[in-house]
């Protein structure tokens, strides 16, 4: 079978690594069966994470009623790390030598209890490397890749969250540096599979910068850019999933930026706090939305919005 194909099905995806295409299908239902709720949040003032803070710093509402949540230490949940990389044709010249070096970077930060999994993609998916403590093994399965094909990332994003499915705590990276041109899912549907997902997901996304945007930009646009510099919709698009998943949207210009926002992106998760609680009051399935604040104190708090609870068996 070839290997570099198409991922759809999360049963099948848990038996092989790969599955011929399919058609089009209705948006992904995951399993959600949730008694116990762990959220990612990070918390910080100017930019700077604020240390130190304990689960009384902490209110927590699920679907409006107030929660009894309790910090879970960081090292007790190792993390299950899935690198989900463009290597569409786009990528020549120094973008794709840089995002190798952006992954080993990553990928050293990672402690030695943390898995990681690489996934590959163009217009087709391809998973190089299955989920492993061995960080060799995945860098070499990175310094492997080479560019080729188009792009199909939200399909990719899909796959990722699907095999993040297996247990753990999940943390997703995507990179890529175009339009997904080739994906049979849309916005919404990866949106949805996200929000019944429990993995944590941060977009990278290689972005020309406002000056080489102008360069190329027609001359009726160039008197726009100064006050309404534009944001093309795969941009969006980026920043919204990465919301939706309680992440953040990095951009990228250069090979040192796509480096920094990779050590950045490790940085973060060595100082998130892990909420825990079990939901209590209110129905107990579909949509739940997570609201977190701090008590008594000033700071930007970000975590995913929300958690889906499927009907029990």
Not at 215 to 224: D, G, W, Y
Not at 277 to 287: D, L, M, S, T, V
């Amino acid at each position: 079978m070839n290997g570099r194909a198409r991922w759809f099905g999360i049963t099948a995806l848990a038996v092989t690594p790969a599955v011929p295409r399919a058609p089009a299908q209705a948006p992904p239902v995951f399993r959600a069966s949730v008694e116990a709720v762990y959220v990612d949040v990070f918390v910080s003032r100017g930019g700077e994470p604020i240390p130190g803070l304990h689960a009384s710093d902490f209110e927590v509402k699920d679907n409006g009623v107030r929660q009894a949540a309790e910090l879970v230490a960081a090292e007790s949940r190792p993390l299950r790390a899935v690198l989900v990389f463009d290597t569409s044709s786009s990528l020549t010249g120094e973008r794709l030598p840089a995002l190798k070096a952006a992954g080993r970077a990553f990928l050293n930060a990672l402690r030695p209890d943390d898995e990681a999994a690489l996934v590959g993609f163009s217009e087709e998916i391809a998973w190089l490397a299955p989920p492993t403590t061995d960080k060799v093994a995945v860098r070499d399965a990175l310094d492997q890749l080479e560019p080729e094909g188009a792009t199909s990332a939200f399909d990719a994003l899909y796959a990722a969250l699907a095999l993040s499915e297996a247990g753990g705590q999940s943390l997703i990276v995507l990179f890529t540096d175009g339009e997904d041109n080739t994906s049979f899912l849309d916005e919404k549907q990866l949106t949805t599979a996200i929000e019944r997902s429990n993995a944590l997901v941060h977009t990278v996304v290689w972005q020309q910068s406002l000056a080489a945007s102008l360069a190329t930009a027609p001359a009726s646009l160039e008197r726009f850019a100064p006050t309404a510099p534009l944001d093309p919709d795969h941009i969006r698009a980026m920043r919204h999933i990465a919301e939706a998943a309680g992440g953040r949207f990095w951009s990228a210009d250069s090979p040192e930026r796509l480096r920094r926002a990779f050590a950045d992106i490790a940085d973060v998760m060595g100082h998130r706090y892990i909420l825990r609680y079990e939901p209590q009051g209110g129905r107990r399935e579909g949509w739940h939305r997570i609201e977190i604040k701090l008590r008594g104190r000033k700071g930007d708090v970000q975590a995913r919005q929300g958690y889906w609870m499927a009907p029990r068996p």
